[in-house]
């Protein structure tokens, strides 16, 4: 396949129908994320979708689980499976380097028909929590991690999982963290995951074996909230088709593999002023500023509340477990790997805190979204962090929730970041969560079968 050009996002609709023109593109892909970060929309004829007329989605995508059952929801829209408008973003416009004919790709924004957003939208709850930090002059930065596993190709949701083979012939056995030869095992995969991603425009800062057997990361250059939530989306769907190419999956599971390290999307967040860009995490004089303390103050506080978002699944849980690279507290500590908070090293103009709690499983506009609202919360309300913590933070005890049903307890036990992330998106979110919780419990798991069938 003829490898597509970079395009430059049309900066208007006339741009847009001179680019579709000059690079004979036959279709658009109208993609919008759900709640679970599943890329949802339409696709049309590109002659079509610059004609600019309105295209719409049922408000009903909302209520739909990870599994395409749909929670039963009291509400109106609901009710009456309510049109919804897709607004294109045309800044997000990119090339679909994987389609057998010349393709884009465009985010969509999502309102009602009489221009109201919707708030239940997830790029809608980040740009809510954007708008506040613009309230206050300032503006966030972030840079996520992506990591992920390359497996066989696994039909039979009841055997676990597998490493590809490699170039060698065999399959990798993990806990060769950061070999180059590890990484070369898998390099047509890696390479036409660099080909995707310089056609789509998306920067990757740099790619490692990460601990797992074929566990890989790709780290990104930091930026713009919004934007990232919105790269990270594309980069989860870029991964999956160059794995398909090369005959294997791509999986962000949270904990895909027993025994070997679950998938993190850590996220690095600092604030800048928004006239001069100096980080306000920082004084004059390079030293931590009280607002540093603050957002710490502020993530110690609510994200034990807002780990529903950041651990959506029963199986994000495997995951925060003692003893293999996650975090199972909120205790904060200079470049301690171990602490739920992390704060590298780094000059005064980027002290940052790593968010060490999101699984990959994770949807980045709602990492984000509840990531940065905690801080906030912190610095608007004045909280102080603790002490900084010193040692091994596994050792200490728990801090997180334990599962997704003690997620939602705490999520429920602070209205103040609800209110933040909009009411509206909580109400369908949470109640979604426990038809998803619900769901899982009507499984008999191997486990089972095997302990108690002749035990009990």
Request: glycine share 6%.
């Amino acid at each position: 396949m003829e490898q597509p050009e970079i395009v430059t996002a049309p900066n208007s609709p006339e741009a847009l129908k001179k680019l579709v023109v000059s690079r004979r593109i036959d279709e658009v892909e109208c993609t919008i994320a759900d709640i679970h970060g599943v890329a949802r929309g339409k696709l049309m004829p590109a002659s079509k979708f610059v004609a600019m007329n309105p295209t719409f989605l049922p408000y009903s995508i909302f209520f739909q689980s990870i599994t395409g059952d749909y929670l039963e929801y009291d509400s109106e829209d609901y009710m009456t499976e309510v049109d919804i408008q897709l607004v294109p973003d045309l800044t997000t416009v990119r090339t679909l380097p994987w389609a057998r004919s010349p393709s884009l790709m465009v985010i969509h924004d999502l309102q009602y028909q009489d221009g109201r957003p919707v708030e239940s939208g997830p790029r809608s709850v980040l740009r809510r929590v954007l708008k506040l930090y613009e309230e206050q002059n300032w503006k966030p930065v972030v840079a996520p991690e992506i990591e992920f596993y390359l497996t066989e190709r696994n039909t039979d949701p009841d055997l676990p999982l597998k490493p590809p083979i490699g170039r060698s012939g065999r399959q990798s056995v993990g806990r060769q963290s950061f070999s180059m030869m590890a990484i070369d095992e898998y390099e047509p995969i890696i390479e036409d995951i660099y080909k995707f991603a310089e056609v789509m425009g998306l920067e990757i800062d740099t790619l490692i074996q990460e601990g797992g057997p074929a566990q890989l990361e790709v780290n990104m250059a930091h930026g713009d909230p919004l934007e990232l939530a919105d790269e990270v989306f594309v980069f989860k769907r870029l991964i999956r088709e160059a794995a398909i190419r090369h005959d294997c999956y791509a999986t962000f599971m949270a904990k895909p593999m027993k025994n070997h390290p679950g998938s993190a999307m850590h996220i690095h967040q600092s604030v800048v002023d928004i006239h001069n860009g100096s980080n306000i995490f920082s004084n004059e004089d390079g030293s931590p500023s009280e607002l540093f303390g603050y957002f710490i103050g502020g993530q110690q506080k609510y994200l034990g509340a807002s780990t529903c978002l950041l651990a959506p699944y029963v199986n994000s849980y495997r995951r925060l477990m003692p003893g293999d690279s996650a975090p199972i507290n909120l205790e904060w500590s200079m470049d301690n790997r171990s602490a739920g908070l992390r704060v590298p090293r780094s000059a005064p103009n980027a002290r940052r805190v790593e968010n060490r709690i999101a699984g990959m499983d994770t949807n980045p506009y709602l990492a984000l979204a509840s990531s940065l609202a905690t801080g906030y919360l912190g610095m608007v309300n004045q909280i102080p962090c603790r002490e900084e913590f010193k040692g091994d933070a596994h050792e200490e005890d728990f801090g997180l929730p334990r599962g997704l049903l003690e997620s939602l307890v705490r999520f429920d036990e602070a209205p103040e970041l609800q209110a933040i992330l909009g009411q509206e998106f909580c109400s369908i979110y949470k109640a979604l969560k426990q038809h998803e919780f619900n769901e899982y419990m009507m499984v008999v798991s191997p486990w089972e079968r095997e302990h108690l069938l002749l035990t009990v």
